[in-house]
């Protein structure tokens, strides 16, 4: 199985900050690395996927980076709806594996 | 606008099979990935499996042997068997789609289904 590292565990920020998530594979997943988000009581949203690409109605501020084995997701200018959970995902092979996740809280 | 739903039974017991449905709205079952995902707050997210073309499926190898899939074209669902089940399968249970060319991303889930395995 591919093993993905995903980090900090959580984090603590401000409206306004800029965040950056990490995710690391062990082996390379070429660009086939997707970012979510969730809520509390919710179902993960998709925001990124092949690496880099903003999914439909996402807002700009979200971007993402990496191929291979290093990953990242960017939050420029954090808006209050923007504190959740973060998991990356890897679907270059099966299994398909999920990131840790990265809490994203209110300094 | 896609939509899918899951359903079926919120409590079920040790060493019994738990079957769940994915009643899916907007597209059609005949074409992309059609995943299951389950998530428990001590082990995250975790893929069960997907079931794609005319049945096939894959599935994640820790569950492999207690896993299958189905699809019924002609109502748009497609469902999971999961047996032998113990308090490790106490989880939220996602149904959701992968878009083959987005690098297979989840980009419709369920609410998601609380599941508890408990006598």
């Known amino acids: 199985d591919i093993q993905v590292t995903q980090s900090p565990p959580s984090l603590s920020a401000s409206v306004g900050d800029r965040v950056t998530i990490t995710c690391r594979t062990d082996?390379?997943?070429?660009?086939?690395l997707n970012w979510y988000q969730q809520k509390p009581g919710q179902a993960p949203k998709l925001l990124i996927y092949?690496?880099?690409n903003l999914q439909n109605g996402v807002p700009s501020r979200f971007t993402g980076s990496g191929a291979g084995t290093d990953f990242a997701l960017s939050i420029n200018s954090l808006q209050l709806e923007d504190f959740a959970t973060y998991f990356c995902?890897?679907?270059?092979?099966?299994?398909?594996?999920f990131g840790q996740g990265t809490e994203v809280v209110l300094k | 606008q896609v939509q899918l739903q899951e359903s079926g039974p919120g409590l079920v017991k040790p060493s019994e099979t738990l079957s769940l449905t994915c009643s899916v709205s907007?597209?059609?079952?005949?074409?992309?990935?059609w995943n299951w995902i389950r998530q428990t707050p001590g082990k995250g997210l975790e893929w069960i499996g997907y079931?794609?073309?005319?049945?096939?499926?894959s599935v994640h190898p820790s569950l492999k042997g207690r896993v299958t899939m189905s699809q019924d074209t002609s109502r748009n669902q497609f469902s999971l068997k999961l047996t032998s089940l113990s308090a490790a399968d106490t989880a939220v249970y996602y149904c959701?789609?992968?878009?083959?060319?987005?690098?297979?991303?989840?980009?419709?889930w369920g609410q998601g289904i609380l599941v508890t395995v408990s006598s």
């Open positions: 959701a789609r992968g878009r083959r060319g987005f690098a297979y991303a989840l980009d419709f």
């Open positions: 907007g597209d059609s079952i005949t074409i992309y990935h």
């Open positions: 079931i794609y073309d005319s049945g096939s499926f």
């Open positions: 082996q390379s997943v070429f660009n086939y």
């Open positions: 092949g690496a880099s």
């Open positions: 995902q890897q679907t270059y092979t099966n299994p398909i594996v």
